[in-house]
Nanobody, 118 residues
């Protein structure tokens, strides 16, 4: 089993920045893919960005995300980060950490709320 613990969410004014962190623990494969999804009220959960253990990244096909968000990873700490800049109210959502094992098992964090006020 793998446990994911997120931190870094909160309330920020439009134009501000937040950095989310997610640390994995347990019996995880170091080659797993880690990433972030988000779910806004009344909407489906959507991909934000993922990163492999080798550092390859894939962002949602949203120009706004690619331009403002950066995903990074510290393999030694089993931690993935999401730096979010120039936040807008449309970024308000619960952000979930995600881990995909090489064998296909998926794990989710409990979610961290990000609220951007106008």
């Amino acid at each position: 089993q793998v446990q994911l613990v997120e931190s870094g969410g909160g309330v920020v004014q439009a134009g501000g920045s937040l950095r989310l962190s997610c640390t994995a623990s347990g019996n995880m494969n170091r080659l797993s893919v880690m990433g972030w999804y988000r779910q806004a009220p009344g909407k489906q959960r959507e991909l934000v960005a993922v990163i492999t253990s080798g550092g390859s990244t894939n962002y949602a096909n949203l120009d706004s995300v690619k331009a403002r968000f950066t995903i990074t990873r510290d393999n030694a700490k089993n931690t993935v980060y999401l730096q979010m800049n120039s936040l807008t109210p449309e970024d308000t959502a619960v952000y979930y950490c995600h881990l995909l094992e090489v064998a296909g098992a998926r794990y989710w964090g409990q979610g961290t709320q990000v609220t951007v006020s106008s």
